[in-house]
């Protein structure tokens, strides 16, 4: 990907002063429920350590929720890259990062973008100079690693990425 | 674009996310400072030490609920895969995985691990104690208030004793095998980074993808 548009090295930002903030937080609160601890070995009748108990408490739900609203963050961020990505007709890389994340041996990248370019197992077979049944075994371990039914499935996978990024305006105009 | 049948250079991982630069960073600092820098049962120790906890509950917990590279289902434990990765990494061939490679997953967990008896034994010593309450215990002492010292020895059997000393030992072993593991973590990143021809310390520093 090329240069970062302001709003993506924004968001990075965010990401980072989120992050240090939900560390500073358990920080907060590994040393409160020590204290914690300490005060119910104690006594745990107080209201001192009641009190304490109810602020840890909600301190740590704060954590929790935080680092799921950080995680939903960096999803987002990177489904926005991606989608960037495909607009911009990086397609291909896309695809090579999702093929890497299936693990797919070299042999199985080859017959997968064969596959994608529409080719059919008899072609791929006459291509790659290997027998078709041998081209249908390394599909059928694709779409296994891919955890897609079919061919049809296949390559929607990555047709849908472009989909979503043509939709979304609609729905921002809608809203 | 055109022209995808060229091999493109494979993709490398995701950028990490920042709480796992942290975090990472953090542990490595952390684990430096207690074992070179400063004092074992002083107030920096100790507080060093409860920051490491803290790093480590963080890390834990974003393993279990962050993005998908960090969680640990991304790096599961093989050993079989791990001594395989070694294998392809003494040929100087190895392949990219979009999280920890499965050599560098075991090294994770080990490192964990250890740092977890780190962390347990050095709490059994200082009986659970925050640093503030160690703070307030050495202010006392300071002051010629030497009933803090006879209050955590009193009722005290021989069987805690004995108990707090396994600690000591368990503590001091297991802090020297994590610096074991971390130097052979570092030359492990090394080979790695050689071999892939990709600078990891860099992607493991700014998050970026190096080129």
């Given at each position: 990907?090329?240069?970062?548009?302001?709003?993506?090295?924004?968001?990075?930002?965010?990401?980072?002063?989120?992050?240090?903030?939900?560390?500073?937080?358990?920080?907060?609160?590994?040393?409160?429920?020590?204290?914690?601890?300490?005060?119910?070995?104690?006594?745990?009748?107080?209201?001192?350590?009641?009190?304490?108990?109810?602020?840890?408490?909600?301190?740590?739900?704060?954590?929790?929720?935080?680092?799921?609203?950080?995680?939903?963050?960096?999803?987002?961020?990177?489904?926005?890259?991606?989608?960037?990505?495909?607009?911009?007709?990086?397609?291909?890389?896309?695809?090579?990062?999702?093929?890497?994340?299936?693990?797919?041996?070299?042999?199985?990248?080859?017959?997968?973008y064969l596959a994608l370019k529409g080719l059919d197992v008899a072609e791929i077979a006459d291509l790659r100079g290997?027998?078709?049944?041998?081209?249908?075994?390394?599909?059928?371990?694709?779409?296994?690693?891919?955890?897609?039914?079919?061919?049809?499935?296949?390559?929607?996978?990555?047709?849908?990425?472009?989909?979503?990024?043509g939709i979304a305006p609609v729905e921002v105009a809608l809203s | 674009m055109a022209a995808p049948r060229?091999?493109?250079?494979?993709?490398?991982?995701?950028?990490?996310?920042?709480?796992?630069?942290?975090?990472?960073?953090?542990?490595?600092?952390?684990?430096?400072?207690?074992?070179?820098?400063?004092?074992?049962?002083?107030?920096?120790?100790?507080?060093?030490?409860?920051?490491?906890?803290?790093?480590?509950?963080?890390?834990?917990?974003?393993?279990?609920?962050?993005?998908?590279?960090a969680r640990f289902s991304a790096f599961p434990p093989n050993p079989m895969a791990a001594l395989r990765h070694l294998r392809d990494l003494a040929m100087g061939q190895v392949r990219p995985y979009p999280s920890h490679n499965p050599a560098g997953a075991l090294m994770a967990y080990a490192l964990w691990a250890t740092l977890s008896v780190v962390i347990v034994t050095g709490l059994v010593m200082t009986g659970g104690a925050t640093p503030m309450q160690v703070a307030e215990e050495k202010a006392a002492v300071a002051s010629g208030d030497w009933s803090a010292l006879i209050k955590t020895g009193e009722g005290e059997s021989d069987e805690d004793r004995a108990f707090g000393k396994a600690a000591k030992e368990v503590h001091e072993v297991a802090a020297n095998l994590l610096l074991v593991l971390a130097a052979l973590h570092l030359a492990g990143v090394f080979l790695e980074s050689r071999a892939l021809r990709r600078n990891l310390v860099a992607a493991m520093l700014t998050g970026h993808r190096p080129k």
């Open positions: 990907m090329t240069t970062s548009p302001e709003i993506r090295t924004a968001g990075r930002r965010q990401t980072v002063a989120l992050s240090v903030f939900l560390l500073i937080q358990t920080l907060g609160a590994v040393f409160y429920v020590g204290d914690v601890i300490g005060d119910l070995r104690d006594d745990p009748a107080s209201a001192h350590f009641v009190f304490e108990a109810i602020v840890t408490t909600a301190l740590v739900l704060g954590i929790v929720f935080g680092t799921f609203a950080l995680r939903r963050t960096i999803e987002v961020l990177r489904a926005q890259d991606q989608a960037l990505a495909v607009a911009r007709g990086a397609l291909s890389d896309v695809i090579e990062a999702q093929f890497s994340a299936w693990a797919l041996t070299p042999a199985e990248r080859d017959v997968g290997a027998a078709q049944g041998t081209v249908r075994a390394q599909l059928t371990r694709i779409y296994a690693k891919a955890g897609v039914s079919g061919r049809a499935q296949f390559a929607a996978f990555f047709v849908e990425d472009l989909l979503g990024s | 060229t091999r493109i250079p494979v993709a490398p991982p995701r950028l990490w996310d920042p709480v796992v630069r942290l975090t990472h960073w953090g542990i490595a600092a952390s684990v430096v400072l207690n074992s070179f820098l400063d004092e074992g049962g002083s107030l920096v120790h100790v507080s060093v030490g409860w920051v490491l906890m803290a790093l480590l509950v963080m890390r834990l917990v974003w393993g279990a609920i962050g993005p998908a590279e």
